[in-house]
């Protein structure tokens, strides 16, 4: 078993997770505890079969807890007498619904190092829980998921299936011939796993994944308000929170029943676009209508105004907001609680440049006024950091996510005429690094080994010819001080 070194995650570029050799199943020792999260609505038989495959699993039990999650079943859902030996049940609560919801009531009810979210109508092979188990015990930022067939069975009693599993049986149990392979895993072959993916988040879906719970509680959690979509949606912030994604083929697994999009396919797509469309960025397809706002922007454009006139931050933000990409917020970062309270001389006022431009912003749903900017600007996957006084154009945008983008960097470095610099940030690589940076590297110098550094000259991505710039007051700050760090892998 390697990838692990004392103190330190091992560097992983991309989602090429090669570094990583899992041992070998059954020849190595578990510690890890898992908490396997069942959220259900209805379907008792299902479940009860489900809760048999469990039992026969080849990872330790008393590493495992299994907790049920029912949410909102008529009439009440049950523990049947063929299931692991810590199972609980547990009703969702609240006036939320939906599988995220109870996901996230189960999370917070269980103990688990690792959360494993299972659909309530799977039939796990034996060293399903087993072979996603493997990975964990390398580093603690991945995210890996278990393959699936769909078939139209029912899957025969609870006893049956629990002895078939135990036995390395699961074949007898069902026609396997007519089963539908998952659409997933045409995606996971053709992209070598998905170690060449560019955004492997797509292809992960909720029946079967597993991750560390910091890496869990980190990303937020599932979105409660996501009915529909919600493990893609919560995949997509897992990439924007630096995790790599591992399909195990031998995580193997029966889904009882078709896939929703088999059944109905226009309806399940439509279903899903609305939330997809608010919460992915990257997804540009479902971003056609140009007059629209949307609830998570593409381009975070941070600007310094502390030393700025009001005119010159409106020209900023005007340039930044009226440019080709619609989808973009302003951070505007100053000293705002510097501001004076109550009564005061408003024409000569010290801080009157910026107490207008407070004013002038203050009801634009579209611009942030704050004093520090976090490390990270997820769940935003980009963000452009540069001066006040040379305003974007209105392509300068768009260029600079199209280069990196196409050529999977992770800090595209933008050299001025007066020799200061701009730079566009790629989110998950940013996450990417806060988690790997160490005291002997800063944080661009991982995100030159994870996905690449690049330096530009302004004219690639300012069309007109650019003015002569004054110098500036304070340079932008370097990414290693900008960015604070997380604390080392116990």
Known sequence: MTGRTAGRRPLIAHNDYSPLTPPVLGQWEPATSVSVIVP??????????????????????????????????????????????????VRADGDGW???????????????????????????????????????????????????QFVEDSGGAPAAVRDAVAQDRVEELFDLSHAVPSSTERTIQRLDGLRRSKNPYHVCTGPTLSLHRRLFQDAGGFDPEVIRGEDTEFA???AQAGSVFVPDPEARAVHLGLPSQRRNRSATVRAVEPFLAHRIPLRRDLRKERSRQWLVP???????????????????????????????????????????????GVLSDSGFELRMLREGFAHDPRVRLTEEIPPSAAPIPFRYVGPVDLPLEPTSLERMTKRMTEDGLGLLVVTLPDGRTARMERTEAVSRALLLADPASSPAQVIAQTHGVRH???????AGELPALP???????????????RPSPR
């Open 40 to 89: 259900a609505h209805g379907g008792q038989h299902r479940l009860d079969l489900t809760l048999a495959s469990l039992v026969a699993q080849s990872y330790p039990a008393d590493l495992t807890e299994v907790v049920v999650v029912d949410d909102g079943s008529d009439p009440p859902l049950g523990l049947p007498e063929i299931r692991p030996q810590n199972t609980r049940l």
């Open 98 to 148: 939906g599988p995220a919801h109870a996901v996230n009531v189960g999370a917070a009810a269980s103990e688990g190092t690792v959360i494993q979210r299972l659909d309530a109508d799977m039939i796990l092979y034996r060293e399903h829980l087993e072979a996603l188990m493997r990975w964990h015990h390398l580093t603690d930022y991945l995210v890996t998921i278990g393959s699936k």
């Open 236 to 238: 997509y912030r897992l």
């Open 298 to 344: 593409y381009v975070e454009v941070v600007l310094n105004v502390e030393h700025v006139a009001e005119r010159d931050g409106r020209r900023a933000v005007d340039a930044a907001l009226s440019g080709t990409l619609p989808d973009v917020s302003v951070t505007l970062v100053a000293p705002w609680s510097k501001l004076p309270l109550g009564r005061h």
């Open 456 to 462: 530009s000259e302004a004219k690639t991505f300012w």
């Open 471 to 485: 110098p500036a007051p304070q340079p932008e700050p370097p990414l290693r001080v900008r960015i604070f760090r």
